[in-house]
């Protein structure tokens, strides 16, 4: 079965430090990558995602992932963080077809101190 | 309207009721999706429709869950006999056929007593 693993629960960070979230998946098959976020008080959305084609994906804010398909990974990076940057981010994937579920981790909280 | 519609926003059921959860998806989506989230925790997948059709049920953690998407638009996750473990927000999400990106509502917060 698929599954979905995000080693850090909670990050803190300083305004302007680099981030990377941690994302590995178990599932031997082609699969669609997510990064979803959820701001304080708002419904999650997306912040990018990876179906094929170039392994580095740029995605909303100034945010990044990295897919590496020998580690199973796909890693969230941003070189300088703000405080609004601030929220919960979620990892995803699912097989590659469109009728599949999309399975989440368990999340990320990022904390940044102003 | 322009974005996933989930109703009541909030509910507050005591043990042993039945209650009723709305998803209007947004208009046209042919996928619709149910996570159950705890606190602290990422969306758990509950079942997956497209159009009418429930094709993945696997999720639905007891046979008092129940959903249903009769015209293939809006959506209705039904738990009967509610249970204090069913405290959760329940998401409603809607998506194209091909891209997977899906489209998340506000949830709706159940708390049992």
């Known amino acids: 079965a698929q599954s979905v693993s995000q080693h850090n629960h909670h990050v803190i960070l300083s305004e302007a430090a680099s981030l990377e979230l941690g994302c590995n998946y178990s599932?031997?098959?082609?699969?669609?990558l997510f990064w979803y976020v959820q701001y304080p008080g708002q419904h999650l959305q997306l912040l990018l995602k990876?179906?094929?084609?170039?392994?580095l994906v740029k995605g909303i804010k100034g945010f990044e992932a990295e897919f590496i398909k020998s580690k199973f990974s796909f890693n969230l990076r941003k070189p300088s963080v703000q405080w609004s940057d601030t929220a919960e981010y979620f990892c995803?994937?699912?097989?590659?077809?469109?009728?599949?579920?999309?399975?989440f981790g368990s999340g990320t909280r990022l904390s940044i101190r102003p | 309207g322009a974005g996933v519609s989930q109703s009541p926003r909030y509910k507050v059921a005591k043990r042993g009721q039945d209650v009723a959860l709305r998803c209007d998806p947004i208009?046209?989506?042919?996928?619709l999706f149910w996570y159950q989230q705890a606190l602290g925790q990422g969306p758990e997948f509950l079942t997956y429709?497209?159009?009418?059709?429930?094709?993945?049920k696997s999720g639905l953690p007891s046979d008092r869950f129940f959903a249903e998407r009769p015209e293939g638009s809006v959506s209705t996750l039904k738990i009967q006999r509610t249970q204090q473990e069913d405290s959760a927000v329940y998401l409603c999400?809607?998506?194209?056929?091909?891209?997977?990106?899906?489209?998340f509502g506000e949830g709706s917060r159940l708390t049992v007593l």
């Open positions: 429709f497209q159009n009418e059709a429930q094709l993945d």
């Open positions: 599932y031997g098959g082609t699969v669609n």
């Open positions: 995803a994937v699912n097989r590659y077809s469109s009728a599949s579920k999309i399975i």
């Open positions: 208009s046209g989506h042919v996928s």
């Open positions: 990876y179906f094929s084609g170039d392994p």
């Open positions: 999400a809607s998506g194209t056929e091909n891209t997977g990106e899906l489209f």
